[in-house]
């Protein structure tokens, strides 16, 4: 809930990837709390079409700003609007239950192309979810093509931490294996917002002072998540802060921060084989004690999208582009090793904005 990225691409949909200028558009403070009034209300839903109390004017506020990063990028970098193919439009999640056959990702695909004039491809996850998959992650098809367009070689991780952290697992044969592997920033950003008032701990300082409890960490790690094989999803609110209620601020900070490294770590004996390098990216490489601990936990080398060249804080904005291009051109979005689907899958729906 941090904001809206925005990013121009210029790709096939395969191994072809080119990235263009990119923005970050923060959230203000009343867009951030009519998100959590969003997410608390969406949490009783079980039909994903509605729209009760305040989740139609926050899904009219998340088509808002989305449409405004756009119109910004466009203006800022004089960017021609007819050379853009189509925009790649996720919204945001307010529910996941992939057992119940329900995802819930608020923004509205056709209000977008049409303020626009543009193409708009929405709803990425719920062909997927329909057909008895997990719905997510939904970006490994994505880093594959930047793992081969990179020629990087052997078992490769890309782990993706936003409010849920997930890993593509990328080998030189056979599919992606992709799943959620735990919390990212979720409740980390939960237990600032509850003591401090802050939406996040920036660069970890919070997480610094404090002290991991043992204890506490190996209670959150008991989930029985940790124990299902890929692939597999969760809810943002999946896991509770109940476990470090006790605990000091920065105490509890630090020990939610070495859960979310401790549970990728938890992943490992679930795969092909270990990878032999594991590359951050997402809001969670921005935090140096997250990054640190991952080094601490882990037996491969852990680097940052960054070093390797790519946008740890655009790659999502990057990703929703590309798979936008795979809903034009035909082609699978998520596959039975990423999200569990019985076959290859197609998905996103295309709200026409031209005419």
Not at 60 to 79: F, G, K, Q
Not at 236 to 263: G, K, M, P, V, Y
Not at 264 to 272: A, D
Request: hydrophobic share 45%; aromatic share 6%; glycine share 10%.
């Amino acid at each position: 809930m941090d904001g809206v990225d925005a990013a121009l691409i210029e790709t096939d949909g395969e191994a072809t990837v080119s990235f263009g200028p990119a923005a970050a558009f923060p959230y203000s403070d009343a867009d951030r709390a009519l998100l959590r009034g969003a997410l608390a209300e969406a949490a009783t839903l079980e039909d994903r079409d509605a729209r009760p109390g305040v989740l139609a004017f926050a899904e009219r506020m998340v088509t808002d700003r989305h449409a405004d990063a756009v119109e910004s990028l466009i203006r800022d970098h004089s960017i021609d609007p007819a050379s853009i193919s189509v925009v790649g439009f996720h919204g945001q999640t307010v529910l996941h239950r992939p057992k119940q056959r329900l995802t819930i990702q608020i923004g509205d695909g056709p209000n977008l192309a049409a303020r626009l004039g543009m193409d708009v491809v929405y709803d990425f996850r719920a062909a997927d979810i329909a057909a008895g998959g997990e719905g997510a992650p939904i970006v490994p098809v994505f880093h594959r093509a930047l793992v081969v367009a990179g020629g990087l070689r052997g078992e490769v991780a890309l782990l993706n931490i936003g409010g849920v952290a997930n890993v593509s697992f990328i080998s030189e044969s056979g599919e992606p294996i992709a799943c959620d592997t735990g919390p990212g920033n979720a409740l980390i950003d939960d237990l600032m917002f509850q003591r401090t008032g802050a939406p996040i701990d920036r660069d970890g300082h919070t997480a610094a002072r404090g002290r991991v409890n043992e204890a506490a960490l190996l209670r959150l790690l008991a989930h029985p998540f940790f124990e299902v094989s890929p692939p597999k999803s969760l809810d943002r609110n999946s896991f509770s802060l109940d476990i470090i209620r006790n605990l000091s601020t920065e105490d509890a900070a630090a020990t939610l921060t070495a859960f979310t490294a401790a549970s990728v770590l938890r992943l490992f004996p679930h795969l092909p084989k270990e990878p032999q390098l594991l590359i951050v990216c997402g809001g969670g490489a921005r935090n140096p004690i997250l990054v640190r601990e991952l080094v601490t936990r882990l037996p491969c080398k852990v680097t940052t999208a960054d070093v390797v060249g790519w946008s740890s804080d655009f790659l999502e904005a990057q990703a929703f582009g590309f798979l936008a291009v795979r809903v034009l051109e035909g082609k699978a979005l998520t596959y039975p090793t990423t999200t569990g689907v019985p076959e290859p899958m197609r998905g996103g729906v295309l709200a026409k904005g031209r005419v």
